[in-house]
């Protein structure tokens, strides 16, 4: 991986470590998705076109540094990785369709949608969905992963993303628009909409970096509230960061009558919150070495982003 | 499994042995879906209401037949078919949404998007596909059939689903309606949007079943011809049988602009080149004794099928 910095972050700062990271993902995203001229183009296109975007990779990234935290391999993991960023792209896209929150931005750029129409971009989503489990079901991507742990990888992800985790969570958004909602059916909705997938991109990490029992459990404590954390400070931002930084369009919630972490308990009180979620989260991996710095990292990163 | 008819073909008559099968899918696909009380309510609701409307269930049943024919056993293959079924329903739900194909009625009764709404009705199609995956990969079903297996599985069921399979058969036909086809742009949409499912059912069966080269190399063949007769058969069906029969808007592709065998060809012909095919699945399975006695007569039924 020629010219990419793959040091470790106890001998770089953060955002070299991240840099470096979204980098190689970037390469590995296009790698794994059919050239933009394969038959048929427009599809090939439209999923290139959505994953391109960029964001922030934070998925894939907590993929690597959980890997990485108990001395998984870095190109090991991944296209494992790469599969769970274009399960959070195929999301995206559906739930920025006009059925749903209609959305005409996303990371910047016209939602997919916009530039593809509707089918299109309805099938963008299934392609990326499917392709995700093309990938981790592939033998000869992801070095020597065992076929069983293959197989809890894909059972992991499939349960994060199905109707007991995030599609499960945008179903309950969906019904939620207009109505007023409670602190705890709001955790509800975050948990199951966007925190399964983090907490589940942990989880994947430290299968394919062969954790132990007790790993396991630490780390999927640390995934559970570092998504906390990260879904309040994305309505916090939604708020406060205006849209070309945000690159989405700004008080969108409050466009669509969403309920949100400040819209019931006040600003304050949000950042308080997401500042002890990412406290536990970084409790809950106390035990481990150095290796997992760049995770502790992360979970303060989650909070202070701007975008 | 109390009160169904597990005979193999040989000892009943076709439509004993379809309903015996049909019985059975039915029976495990309501198994392997949540209970409508799940949480959340809404979306098990719309998967079990799109799943219950029936259908011819071939897929499912190719899978079985085509184990059955190298002597797998019934109830091992059966999970593995139940998910083929859930990918070919979601692939009805997002195909006759407004941005697509626009149907209201599907196996004779309102659409998904109909009754749910759009937006439940995407994220239905995407629970359903993703419940698929989970399913294949979930070690308590499916009997002793290796991890290995199971991954070969999951990858056969990705790639005929995707992007050089069904959804790019979906991508083309959208591309295409209001457009001039010649028959060997139609015989491409058709093979992919239909044909490539329907031949990784046979295929998906095979591998359940144990299937040496040679054997897999002949049923391949077979799925494959008989994708070809199945297609050109519902193209006679929509401009022949009345709604009452079918279950769907007859000359839903005509309304559509859509090109047909028929359009093509003209009706005689193209019952003629779906005899053809049909002769051709079943030649190549001649070497197969009498287990394979239920795909042969299945390739014949299904040109002579009026829904």
Redesign the interface.
């Known amino acids: 991986m020629k010219g990419i910095d793959e040091r470790p972050l106890n001998d770089i700062l953060l955002p070299d470590y991240l840099k470096s990271r979204q980098a190689l993902i970037n390469e590995w995203l296009f790698r794994l998705i059919?050239d933009e001229k394969?038959?048929?183009p427009?599809?090939?296109k439209s999923?290139r076109y959505s994953l391109i975007a960029g964001g922030k990779r934070l998925r894939p990234i907590l993929s690597i540094a959980s890997s990485e935290a108990i001395g998984g391999d870095l190109e090991t993991v991944l296209p494992f990785a790469c599969a769970i960023e274009m399960i959070h792209t195929?999301s995206l896209i559906?739930d920025d369709?006009p059925?749903?929150d209609n959305d005409d931005l996303r990371r910047g750029r016209p939602t997919c949608h916009k530039v593809f129409?509707?089918?299109?971009a309805?099938?963008t989503?299934?392609?990326l969905?499917?392709?995700a489990?093309?990938i981790?079901?592939?033998?000869e991507l992801g070095g020597d992963v065992?076929?069983?742990t293959?197989?809890?990888v894909?059972?992991e992800l499939?349960?994060a993303?199905?109707?007991?985790g995030m599609?499960?969570g945008?179903?309950?958004d969906?019904?939620a628009q207009n109505m007023s909602l409670d602190i705890e059916d709001l955790s509800t909705i975050h948990r199951l909409k966007t925190g399964a997938l983090i907490r589940a991109s942990v989880i994947i990490g430290a299968l394919i970096g062969g954790a132990k029992e007790k790993e396991m459990n630490a780390l999927s404590a640390f995934g559970q509230y570092l998504g906390l954390a990260f879904q309040i400070t994305d309505d916090i931002l939604d708020l406060e960061s205006p849209q070309e930084i945000s690159g989405k369009t700004q008080n969108s919630d409050i466009t669509n009558n969403k309920a949100t972490y400040p819209a019931i308990l006040g600003i304050k009180a949000s950042k308080k919150k997401a500042k002890e979620a990412a406290d536990k989260a970084v409790a809950a991996i106390e035990p481990f070495n150095h290796q997992a710095e760049a995770l502790r990292r992360i979970a303060y990163y989650t909070i202070c982003r701007d975008r």
């Open positions: 059919p394969a038959f048929p427009t599809i090939h999923m195929y559906h369709l059925a749903m129409g509707e089918g299109i309805i099938l989503g299934d392609a969905l499917t392709h489990f093309s981790l079901s592939r033998p065992d076929p069983s293959r197989l809890k894909i059972n499939a349960f993303s199905g109707t007991e599609i499960g945008q179903v309950l969906l019904e």
